[in-house]
Every structure is written in structure tokens, then in C-alpha cells.
């Protein structure tokens, strides 16, 4: 571990995903961070641990401060995206497969338990119903799907444009270098 220098330099130790790593860096870069350190976890094997720094004589610190803020809710908002993608086509796909099971399991006690020719004949009919709709079901799955997709890709896309807007809202506020002396 490197000797800190805490007179001339503010320390940052953040954890993110390697395949995100270009884009974070580039976005603390504005903020006048540079690597300081820089580990892959112990713990998760797609997560690198870094410390950044950037010089305590930064211009207008306060205020980037704010937009660094502001930037990290972008990337969090992300986060929350990703795993809520595809919320709506998981919860209909496991009712599909509830629903299946449940049909599948009818099936075999009326076909093992009835001894009468009506009785299996009609709820072979009814679960052949009941599976045509499931199959309409599954086709709504993948649209739904592809619907959420869309979603997703445009809304991230709003927010990197926000985070880009701040991004150079907040190099123009250091003027360009960083490490400007006030």
C-alpha cells in the first residue's frame, strides 16, 4: 500500500464492476480523480476496488462535490434498472409455469384416478384449452420481453446523457486540468 499524502490530495475508495470500469473512470476523471490504487476484489470476481485522489486545491470543490453527487444517483438509478429489466416478463413467466404445473398435475390424477372415459376425455379437452392459452401466454412473454428491453435501453440512455451533461458541466467547472491551485 502507497504512502498517502493527505496535505495535497483527497482519497476515495470506491468498488465497481470491471465491465463498467471505462465509463466510471472516465466520469470521476471529470471531476479531477485520478487512480491511486487499484485492486480486484477478494470477495467477487467481476469487482475492482479503487482508490482515487485528487488534488485538496481543486476549483469550486463544494460544488463539485454537489455534481459528483448528482453523477453517482445517475449510475445508481442504472444499477436499479438492470435489476428490475425484466420484472414484468419474470413474474408472468413463473405464472405460466405455475399454472402449467398445476394443469400437468390435474391431468395425471383425473387420467390416473377416473375410470370413466368422460371424465378423462373431458379434461384432456380442458387442458388442451388451457395449454392453447398458455402458449398465447408465452408469446406475450416475449413481446413483453422485448418491450422491456426497449424500456430499459431507453431510459439509460436519458440518464447517461444527464450523467454526460454533468460530466462536462463539471470538467468546465475545474477548467479542464483538475488540479488548478485557488
Known amino acids: 500500500m502507497k504512502q498517502?499524502?493527505?496535505?495535497?490530495?483527497d482519497y476515495m475508495r470506491i468498488l465497481i464492476n470491471k465491465n463498467v470500469f471505462d465509463e466510471?473512470?472516465?466520469s470521476y476523471s471529470c471531476f479531477g480523480w485520478e487512480?491511486?490504487?487499484?485492486?480486484?476484489s477478494s470477495v467477487f470476481s467481476d469487482t475492482i476496488e479503487l482508490t482515487l485522489r485528487r488534488s485538496r486545491w481543486v476549483k469550486n470543490?463544494?460544488?463539485?462535490q454537489l455534481m459528483q453527487v448528482y453523477m453517482e444517483s445517475g449510475y445508481a438509478d442504472i444499477g436499479k434498472l438492470r435489476k428490475r429489466k425484466y420484472l414484468r416478463s419474470t413474474i408472468l413467466g413463473l405464472s405460466v409455469g405455475t399454472i402449467a404445473t398445476l394443469l400437468l398435475s390435474l391431468f395425471l390424477y383425473f387420467t390416473i384416478t377416473s375410470s370413466h372415459l368422460a371424465t378423462i376425455i373431458c379434461g384432456s379437452v380442458v387442458c388442451v384449452l388451457i395449454a392453447s392459452v398458455l402458449v398465447r401466454l408465452l408469446f406475450a412473454l416475449a413481446s413483453l420481453k422485448k418491450t422491456e428491453d426497449k424500456q430499459y435501453l431507453q431510459k439509460r440512455k436519458e440518464i447517461v446523457i444527464e450523467i454526460e451533461k454533468i460530466c462536462k458541466d463539471a470538467s468546465?467547472?475545474?477548467?479542464?486540468g483538475g488540479n488548478a491551485q485557488d
Open 172 to 176: 468546465a467547472t475545474i477548467g479542464g
Open 24 to 26: 466510471i473512470m472516465l
Open 61 to 64: 470543490k463544494d460544488k463539485l
Open 35 to 40: 487512480i491511486y490504487e487499484k485492486h480486484f
Open 4 to 9: 498517502r499524502n493527505y496535505d495535497e490530495y
